[in-house]
């Protein structure tokens, strides 16, 4: 199993959108003989990528029922042994008069952040790692997990969403703005790192989303950029994702539930380009 989490402490970058569309791509190829399983894991309380991938009322009904990630891992600090099913709710796979979606299984988020503050059972921020990953291991190939921005110290269920990680990806805009939250991210990172003894999660690199290397605002910021990618040893994905108008309803559960493969042309093709240098860097990455 690999885990990934897609962070950046800057909001609006594109982290719910990209793991939405690489769970939908991860989850239709077929490795060793069979489909790969991909769970997703959102973390953050908007639920971005769970309510574009099971629909609004189907998330509402489970978080009723406190089927979400926060709950699960507040048993599990408390030394319970929950069952794992009820949690994992999975995709619709099609709707009608349209072929099936590749299966993905979800874990909601909270809707209120009310497991940040320190007096809770989640003091641990090796919870997950230890207890919740080799549950999942049996079960899944790979694990996204969707970050909120913002992150802190006190967002306990976050960071440990962030220590169990074996690799982080940083989508990312081509801004004066987003340059100057690289700071804050890159510190959040160590911050993980510095909780685990092997060092992980490992920093595979930045997506440039919303990219066109050949705009009049690209070349503006890449010398700050690179600038700061040098000074820092912040690894860059040669692929990048262009702006594509149309993935403004991505997220919209109404639309969702058909391909996104078919929906998103001009933004499906660079993610496939953007998984296969993923591949190609975990290759190399020093991962445990
Ligand atoms: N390449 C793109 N081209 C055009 N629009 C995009 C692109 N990527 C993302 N968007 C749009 O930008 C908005 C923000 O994207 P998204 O929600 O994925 O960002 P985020 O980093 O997860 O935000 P948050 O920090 O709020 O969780 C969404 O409306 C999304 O549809
Ligand atoms: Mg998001």
Same mark, same amino acid.
Request: glycine fraction near 6%; aromatic fraction near 6%; charged fraction near 20%.
């Given at each position: 199993?690999?885990?990934?989490?897609?962070y950046n402490?800057?909001?609006?970058?594109?982290?719910? #959108?990209?793991?939405?569309?690489?769970?939908?791509?991860?989850? /239709?190829?077929?490795?060793?003989?069979?489909?790969?399983?991909?769970?997703?894991?959102?973390?953050?309380?908007?639920?971005?990528?769970?309510?574009?991938?099971?629909?609004?009322?189907?998330?509402?009904?489970?978080?009723?029922?406190?089927?979400?990630?926060?709950?699960?891992?507040?048993?599990?600090?408390?030394?319970?042994?929950?069952?794992?099913?009820?949690?994992?709710?999975?995709?619709?796979?099609?709707?009608?008069?349209?072929?099936?979606?590749?299966?993905?299984?979800?874990?909601?988020?909270?809707?209120?952040?009310?497991?940040?503050?320190?007096?809770?059972?989640?003091? /641990?921020?090796?919870?997950? /790692?230890?207890?919740?990953?080799?549950?999942?291991?049996?079960?899944?190939?790979?694990?996204?997990?969707?970050?909120?921005?913002?992150?802190?110290?006190?967002?306990?269920?976050?960071?440990?969403?962030?220590?169990? /990680?074996?690799?982080?990806?940083?989508?990312?805009?081509?801004?004066?703005?987003?340059?100057?939250?690289?700071?804050?991210?890159?510190?959040?990172?160590?911050?993980?790192?510095?909780?685990?003894?092997?060092?992980?999660? #490992?920093?595979?690199?930045?997506?440039?989303?919303? #990219?066109?290397?050949?705009?009049?605002?690209?070349?503006?910021?890449?010398?700050?950029?690179?600038?700061?990618?040098?000074? #820092?040893?912040?690894?860059?994905?040669?692929?990048?994702?262009?702006?594509?108008?149309?993935?403004?309803?991505?997220?919209?559960?109404?639309?969702?539930?058909?391909?996104?493969?078919?929906?998103?042309?001009?933004?499906?093709?660079?993610?496939?380009?953007?998984v296969k240098?993923?591949?190609?860097?975990?290759?190399?990455?020093?991962?445990?």
């Amino acid at each position: 199993m690999h885990t990934i989490a897609l962070y950046n402490n800057k909001g609006g970058v594109g982290k719910s #959108t990209l793991t939405l569309f690489m769970a939908d791509f991860l989850a /239709s190829l077929t490795v060793a003989g069979r489909l790969l399983r991909v769970l997703v894991i959102d973390l953050d309380a908007q639920g971005s990528s769970s309510t574009a991938l099971l629909g609004d009322e189907k998330g509402r009904q489970a978080r009723a029922a406190d089927l979400s990630i926060g709950h699960l891992a507040l048993q599990l600090a408390e030394g319970g042994r929950p069952a794992l099913e009820p949690f994992l709710l999975l995709r619709p796979r099609s709707r009608s008069g349209h072929p099936p979606l590749p299966a993905i299984t979800v874990l909601l988020p909270e809707r209120e952040s009310i497991f940040n503050f320190d007096a809770n059972p989640l003091q /641990s921020l090796t919870l997950l /790692s230890h207890t919740l990953k080799p549950l999942l291991e049996q079960i899944f190939d790979i694990v996204l997990l969707d970050l909120p921005g913002n992150l802190d110290e006190r967002h306990l269920l976050a960071i440990n969403g962030l220590v169990m /990680s074996d690799s982080i990806v940083i989508p990312m805009e081509p801004t004066r703005l987003a340059i100057h939250a690289l700071p804050e991210t890159l510190r959040m990172i160590r911050y993980a790192q510095g909780k685990n003894r092997r060092g992980t999660p #490992t920093l595979l690199g930045i997506v440039l989303n919303r #990219t066109d290397r050949r705009s009049r605002q690209f070349h503006l910021h890449v010398p700050e950029m690179v600038q700061f990618l040098e000074q #820092t040893g912040t690894p860059c994905f040669a692929n990048c994702l262009p702006n594509a108008p149309e993935l403004a309803n991505a997220t919209d559960d109404t639309l969702a539930f058909t391909s996104l493969k078919d929906r998103y042309g001009g933004y499906y093709p660079h993610v496939k380009k953007v998984v296969k240098e993923l591949f190609d860097r975990w290759q190399q990455a020093p991962l445990g």
